[in-house]
C-alpha cells in the first residue's frame, strides 16, 4: 500500500541551530500534507500544514516545503529550542484518510 | 476547559481478557477517531465515526469494537481477538468536514497486556 516515511529516525542538533526534518511520500494524488509535533507520552499536536497547489508555507519558526516532482516534504525548524525536542511526523491525505509517516525524534541539547 | 480526554492513561490487563479505553471530548465535535501507534511506527486508524450511532471500520479494526451512543464518547473495546494489543492507543476529534487542521488528539492511554 501507499506509506510516508521519514528519512532519519533520530536527528540531533544544538541549540539555536536550524533543524530540517525531512519526508518521503508515494502517492501522487495526495493532496494535502500536515506536520505533527509528539512530545513523550502525550497525544500529536498539529504544527503547520500545506497543500499540494502550494510549496511553500511559514509559521511561527517554522516552514514546510513540498517538493511534488520528488515526493518530499520537509520541516525547518528556526532557532531550535530544547522545548522543540519530540518525535515529528508528518502525514498525508489521499482521499479521505491521513496516512501518517514512522516519525523523527528530534534531540536539541543546549 | 474544553478538550479531550481519555482515560487511563495507563492501563494493564491480563491476556484474554477485554478491555475498554474512555474517550470524551467536550468540543461539540461530530467527528471521533481511534488509533493506534507502535514504537517507531507511524498511527494506523482502527475505527472512526462521524456521526452519533454510526462509526466505520479503519485499517486495522480486527479485534477491536468501538460504539458511539453519544456525541462526546466513543469507547474503544479492545477483545481478546486482538492478537497484539500492547500499544498506545490515542483518541481524535474534529468538526465533521472540516479539515484534519482542526483534528485535536487527546493525551493517550498505553495499553500493556501481560
Known amino acids: 500500500g501507499e506509506s510516508v516515511g521519514l528519512h532519519l529516525p533520530t536527528l540531533s542538533v544544538q541549540e539555536g541551530d536550524n533543524s530540517i526534518i525531512n519526508c518521503a511520500y508515494s502517492n501522487s494524488a495526495s493532496d494535502y500534507f500536515i506536520w505533527y509535533k509528539q512530545e513523550s507520552g502525550k497525544g500529536p499536536q498539529f504544527i503547520i500544514d500545506i497543500r499540494s497547489n502550494m510549496d511553500k508555507r511559514q509559521g511561527q519558526r517554522v516552514t514546510v516545503l513540498l517538493n511534488k516532482t520528488v515526493k518530499h516534504l520537509s520541516l525547518q525548524i528556526a532557532a531550535t529550542q530544547p522545548g522543540d525536542s519530540a518525535v515529528y511526523f508528518c502525514a498525508e491525505k489521499a482521499g479521505t484518510a491521513l496516512i501518517f509517516g514512522k516519525g523523527t525524534t528530534l534531540s536539541v541539547s543546549s | 476547559d474544553g478538550g479531550i480526554t481519555q482515560s487511563p492513561k495507563y492501563l494493564f490487563r491480563k491476556e484474554g481478557q477485554n478491555v475498554t479505553l474512555s474517550c470524551e471530548q467536550n468540543l461539540n465535535h461530530d467527528a471521533m477517531y481511534w488509533y493506534r501507534q507502535d514504537p517507531g511506527q507511524g498511527l494506523r486508524l482502527i475505527y472512526y465515526?462521524?456521526?452519533?450511532?454510526?462509526?466505520q471500520k479503519g485499517d486495522i479494526a480486527e479485534g477491536y469494537s468501538v460504539s458511539r451512543e453519544k456525541k462526546e464518547s466513543f469507547p474503544l473495546t479492545v477483545t481478546s481477538a486482538q492478537k497484539n494489543p500492547t500499544a498506545f492507543y490515542l483518541c481524535a476529534s474534529k468538526v465533521a468536514g472540516g479539515g484534519y487542521n482542526e483534528q485535536f488528539f487527546g493525551p493517550g492511554t498505553r495499553l500493556t497486556v501481560l
Open positions: 465515526s462521524q456521526i452519533v450511532n454510526d462509526f
